[in-house]
């Protein structure tokens, strides 16, 4: 049974009017998925995905859409035999700050009309943050939102894409969001440990659009739910004192009893079970939430006055979160290997609390052009297993690898200077180079090296050393 935070806004009638300033537009990081440009929308910036991940397809979005963020999108190929599961996206953040995280989908039919739109999951940071799946928005022409809060515990964030046993098309994304929150907000999570999910947020007997930016200094989504018709007002409440910092138009609505006059003290209960007993609501409202409240299905908040009281109680707005624990967090460079379901195929990873990759075994796996020079960021590597393919140019320098044991980079199209770094390696005892092209002299601390197997026939152009 998941742990959820509920967070209730109530407030009374008899509120005294106060000037608030319009609100500074957030700190945040607004990327619309697959545009080939940047862009302002409704006064805020989005920027263009290209600078921030280098794999997928950015595909346009036929027909007509309901915001212009979701004319693009970029998708994600689904190929269950390829080493690679997840597509992430890294933005840099301030360490120690709550950051809100929104991700957007708009199926568009990209993958085929007839197709239906993918099931796959989001992950952060290398815990799986849930299930995407957009199948009944889409049917009613709707996009599909998900929303959690999470610490940065490094100086980025990673969002990513990843397909599961129910994905059956290539998955997407159309907009990813990434806004600082203040550092009181939400504060009695032990964000170290969870990171939060939203279930729902409301305003209530409100029955407009959403209620957003900038109404919400962050940007939240208020949605619309009225039950009775109230009749909205236009008071201004001062949130500084909330714990959430809402936006002070929630206030204009509500939902209550049949009496109009201020409230008093009442019970509130969830599923009949007591959340809080003899609450009491001054003119400047309140706000009340609890850390931890397992629910499951369908859910009842009940408000009751106490015997007595003869005023009724009303309800401005709430927010419901899921609690998730943190999974295991990668250094950026290494963010293969979480959620350990999803490491890459070939990649080996360490256990413990700094988790690392320790070994690349992409034997025969038909590999072609380059390896990369980031390969040497990898500074845990102790094997590069890489035989066996089509890898050409020179190899890189991987002398910062210093507890690298074990090198195969045989039978390949490798060429240039035989790399002479790796007689600085300490630790390593295979070397493995025939059948490439690579040219010079091999380094005479490599042939004195003790320990080590060196392999080294059928590059042409290279000096063998002497029998």
Known sequence: MPYLRLILLLAVLSLVSSSLSQPSPPSAILIDCGASASSVINGRKWQSDTDLISTGTSKNVSGQVLDQILSTLRSFPLNPSATRRKFCYVISVSRGWKYMIRTTYFYGGVNGKDTPPPVFDQIVDGTLWGVVNTTADYADGLASYYEGVFLAQGKSISVCIASNTYTSSDPFISALEVVRLDGTVYNSTKFKEFGMSLVARHAFGYSGPIIRFPDDEFDRFWEPYSLNSTVPNNRKLEVSGFWNLPPSRIFNTDLRANQVQPLEVFDVSVNGIAYYKDLSVSPA??????????????TTLTLTPTSDSTLAPLVNGGEMFELISLGGRTLVRDDPCMPKNYSWTGVTCSDGPRIRIVALNLTSMGLSGSLAP?????????????????????????GSLKFLESVHLENNRFNGAFPSFFGGVPRLRELFLQNNNLTGKIPSNLLQKPGLELRVSGNPFLTQPPR
């Open 285 to 298: 409202g309140l706000v009340i939430f609890a850390s931890r409240w397992p629910l499951e299905g369908l």
């Open 374 to 398: 980031q390969v040497s960021k990898l500074t845990a590597l102790s094997s590069i297993w890489l035989g066996n393919n089509s890898l050409t140019g020179s190899i890189p320098d991987l």
